[in-house]
């Protein structure tokens, strides 16, 4: 049996991020706290930080998702419930625990004897792993060094670099006249960059600039993560035309290769921010068959580059779950190119998570895991997801995956499963939805600007 613990927030905490969540942060973790059930099996265990709606495991169950349990106020509670029986909680742990199904408090008929249970985090911290040791959870973990090393942006930049597939002017900054001497070298073409911080993932810890000189926002933004990290890395905005994941899982045992567990095309919204994975009923890399798109762009490239990625990471000591970013991109002259590794995530991903949906496919159906922000006016959750539900075309279905209610309100990031007999069908189908999606709204609490604004977005 897994126990999911579902900390979001995995990049701040690796770079050292000691204030306390925001309420928006805390209200996003609640939201994601049950995309676990996209990789769950039955009997699993998801921690949730708020109330969830009782009635949601079983319409999850009638989905044709597995049932799971689920422990209330977070981790602390989580250990409380699991750490003493190394099993499912008992009714002396009722207080915190309710099991899926009935909506009621767990009772000693859900008791279990002596079960293992494995801690499954969303990344590996020391806090992670002081609490799972603390009440006796069985995990093989990566030591936190290897685990820093491998999501740093130091290693993907030198990925890039020995490879020579990062973008033209990519470079790390040490100092406020680094900054200035890469502005000063971009092409005329290009009038928007980025710089992005050591730790950080799907458009968080990152500033977007304009011009070739930096504004007094931006130069404070610098100044506190070279104080922090002492790098940070920039590269000019680049015009993507696709992005994928490209998902692994190292094994943790000697001379054992990378297991490719698929490619997950990605959504982003014209920020950058992720809004969804897209995933197929095969196990191949899906579509689009970018061998026909020249240039060597296609993602039997990127996987292949994936691989080496992973060997290398397993040397730094680093084992588990790795999802590499990979984009192809039109350079100034208008060229296709390959960016085969545009981030590397050592942990788990949304799109890896994503590919646990396939379980509902039908052969030869595909579907998204989108994460939005429904626009939902006066309407209930419930009442939207009908409506939108009844517009699908013949043979096309909407599963909502995120619980109706938490902690008493809505959610503000909704996760559902859009599923379609054909590519074709899917993607008019994400089209005609997205008229009804906020995607310019604050989602996840990030230290991002872009020209100087505050942003937030989701997380892949």
Known sequence: MRAFVGNFDFESQLAGESRQPSESVRSALADLAMVWIAVAEEGDVVAVPAEIEPAFTERMVQAGLPRVHLLSEGLGAMGEALGATGGLPTSAHASSARTGGTGGLATSAHASSAREVVCCPWGWTPAVRRRAAEHGWTFHAPTDAAVRRANSRRFSFAIEQETATAPPGACAVHSIEDLAGALRTLPADVDRWLL??????????????????????????????????????????????????????????????????????????????????????????????????????????????????????????????????????RDGEGNLRLRPVQDVNARWTMGRLGLGLRRLLAARECGSWLHVRPRLGD??????????????????????????????RPPNIVTMALIAPTEKQLLECERDLSIFFAHDQLAFAKHDRRDGQQEAGGGQ
């Open 196 to 329: 992005k911080a050591e730790f950080g993932a799907s458009a968080r810890e990152r500033f977007l600039g304009r011009g070739r000189e930096p504004t007094a926002d931006c130069v404070g933004w610098l100044r506190r993560r070279l104080n922090r990290d002492r790098v940070a890395f920039f590269e000019p905005w680049l015009e993507i035309v696709t992005e994928a994941g490209i998902q692994f899982t190292i094994p943790n045992e000697s001379g054992a290769e990378p297991v490719l567990e698929g490619v997950t095309p990605l959504l982003t919204d014209s920020g950058g921010r992720y809004i969804g994975s897209r995933f197929h009923a095969s196990a191949d890399p899906p579509w689009p068959p970018l061998s026909k798109g020249g240039n060597g762009c296609a993602w039997e490239h990127a996987v292949a580059m994936g691989v080496e990625v992973c060997r290398r990471l397993r040397e730094l000591g680093y084992f588990g779950p790795v999802g590499i970013d990979a984009a192809r991109y």
């Open 379 to 408: 309407a209930r959750l419930e009442d939207w997801l009908q409506s939108q539900t009844q517009a699908l075309p013949h043979g096309c279905r909407l599963i909502c995956t995120s619980p109706q209610s938490i902690a008493g």
